[in-house]
């Protein structure tokens, strides 16, 4: 019995443990089982992308404080986040990337930009 390619079932030449005709043959398989995978990601990239673009829009100069109807009205996702900074005196900072954000009682929200130095 010859063996087939696992993508079009074309009769397959060479070593006995090849799978696939050709390389488009491999990455059109490989691509098809990852697609649900990828479509995922691409989407929560999405999210904190534009959720980063939104907080460095109100943050121009490193510290801003706003109103949490602002970002909501603007689109910004609170379920989606980077990273947790937590201070020494137990404050938490939502990070997306670079921008991060902590939330007051009065629904002020305190933006700010990380700067890391190499």
Known sequence: MANTCLECGESLIGRSDKKFC?????????????????????????????????????????MAKVQKKLLLDAGFDFDYMTNVYET???????FCYDQGYIESDNDVITIVERKEYV
């Not at 995922?40 to 109100?58: A, E, Q, V």
């Not at 020494?88 to 939502?94: D, M």
């Open 88 to 94: 020494q005196k137990g404050h938490r900072y939502i």
């Open 22 to 62: 050709s390389d488009q043959c491999r990455n059109t398989y490989n691509n098809r089982l990852r697609k649900d995978l990828n479509n995922t990601m691409r989407n929560i990239n999405n999210i904190l992308r534009k959720n980063r673009r939104i907080l460095n829009k109100y943050n121009p100069h490193g």
